[in-house]
């Protein structure tokens, strides 16, 4: 059995999702240590959408659902994945699902990283625009205080700035025929505006042991994968202010030869993202399955 698991961002958590996750045993725990961390309403909080994007709520909250959702589905399944890769924020889910650290320490992570991102831009009105149907060049040509936060294809990507420069982007590529949408991250995430949240955080897992992953981790960084606890420490805080490479983390996944990708975490935006570059390996995301058990056959049926 050989699969990869992806686990999802931020801008998609909803107060619906993955509505089984607090009947499955396995999961407890998890919700458990998350709770510790945001209150056991966490339900709530996504039903109030300033709560819902508000970083210091949302990091955490995706990070212990994702790693509890993937507690659930690991105790339905016999083997391991062969290889993992988070988007953003779900990259810390990826590492302690590939036992980089443990649960505890990404949830503890997610908070340091949350708030140092929020204190790099204190003062500032920032966050990411999403646009399809242009590529990098044409999107920094109509306005060019933006920068790219992330790569997903030739003509699609994530833009960061101030929300001055992201409205009047929205406003030119929407006119030029661009598809748009505003993202609900209130930080410009993966940019330059994030240089003291990257220093910081590096700082922070420097004095921190990383243990050799089990299976190929995908950063976010480089595009690549890797195994060796120092490339994986570097990359996760370099990831807070750099381009993330997603396009081509999703073909070097498929390099590792798996049969199917399955996406943890809320939505459905990532397998979307898989399937239209990789069809020939199927993907699914946990949210589209009634349980975990039939994510389970699913993922039996198609990983052999």
């Known amino acids: 059995m050989r699969y990869a698991v992806l686990f999802s961002g931020q801008g998609t958590q909803n107060a619906g999702m993955l509505p089984w996750l607090e009947s499955e045993p396995a999961s407890r725990a998890v919700l458990a240590a998350l709770a510790q961390t945001i209150g056991s309403d966490w339900r709530a909080g996504l039903a109030d959408e300033q709560q819902r994007s508000r970083n210091a709520f949302a990091q955490p909250l995706i990070t ?8 659930a589905l690991a105790s339905a399944l016999d083997e391991r994945p062969a290889a993992v890769a988070g988007y953003s924020v779900g990259e810390l889910a990826a590492y302690a699902c590939a036992g980089v650290f443990t649960v505890q320490t990404a949830i503890a992570l997610v908070v340091q990283r949350a708030s140092l991102m929020d204190a790099a831009v204190l003062g500032l009105d920032t966050g990411l625009l999403s646009v399809s149907g242009f590529g990098v060049a044409q999107v920094l040509q109509a306005q060019s205080a933006l920068e790219c936060a992330i790569e997903i294809g030739a003509d699609q990507g994530i833009y960061a700035g101030e929300v001055s420069a992201l409205t009047a982007g929205e406003h030119a590529l929407t006119a030029q025929g661009a598809l748009c949408k505003r993202l609900e991250v209130r930080v410009a995430s993966h940019s330059r505006w994030m240089a003291s949240a990257a220093m910081g955080f590096a700082a922070q897992l420097e004095a921190m042991s990383f243990a050799r992953p089990h299976a190929a981790l995908v950063l976010n960084a480089t595009g690549a994968s890797s195994r060796e606890p120092q490339t994986l420490r570097r990359a996760l805080s370099a990831q ?44 699914r995301s946990l949210e589209e399955f009634r349980d975990v058990a039939g994510a389970a056959r699913w993922m039996e049926r198609n990983a052999r």
Do not use: F, Y
């Open 64 to 71: 212990g659902t994702a790693l509890a959702a993937w507690a």
């Open 240 to 283: 807070i202010d750099h381009t993330v490479q997603w396009a081509a983390c999703m073909d070097a996944l498929a390099e590792q030869g798996v049969a199917c990708v399955i996406e943890v975490g809320a939505g459905s935006t990532l397998s979307k993202m898989w399937n239209q570059r990789h069809p020939e390996i199927p993907a």
